[in-house]
């Protein structure tokens, strides 16, 4: 099974302009849980996920209890810049490999130099889960 099979095909960005709490409502909005981060002029600058905005809101307190901090601040303060890149035909299993080893949950998918998906570890899993080779 290839990446292109597993991938979502619906890419919805932040720009590094967006504070944390822009892109909060982002996610909330369109249902996502992270989003690849772009300059004004498109180039890929990070990827920003709904861990990254909770460990960037929130703080841990002397008595261990979370006090939010300043939703103002800038995406490309907490962003990832560690994005891992993948072929849209390589095997699922390469990818799961990869990421494994990368130590990420989620990878940016390309066709010819162009960015066509994402695809995280649920979507791999989900995938193999409704494969009849699993269920047999």
């Known amino acids: 099974m290839k990446i292109s099979e597993v991938m979502q095909k619906e890419i919805v960005s932040a720009t590094i302009e967006m504070s944390v709490g822009d892109v909060g409502r982002l996610f909330v909005s369109k249902q996502i849980g992270c989003a690849p981060v772009i300059s004004s002029d498109g180039e890929l600058m990070g990827i ?5 905005l909770i460990r960037a809101l929130s703080e841990r307190s002397d008595q261990g209890l979370l006090a939010f901090s300043d939703p103002t601040i800038k995406i490309w303060e907490i962003m990832s810049s560690k994005v891992l890149k993948v072929e ?5 299993g ?3 490999r990869k990421m494994r080893d990368a130590h990420v949950h989620r990878v940016l998918v390309y066709d010819g130099g162009e960015l066509v998906g994402l695809a995280t570890a649920f979507d791999m899993l989900e995938a193999l889960g409704e494969s009849p080779d699993v269920h047999g």
């Open 48 to 52: 920003a996920s709904k861990s990254d």
């Open 88 to 92: 849209a035909a390589e095997d699922v």
């Open 94 to 96: 390469s990818v799961a």
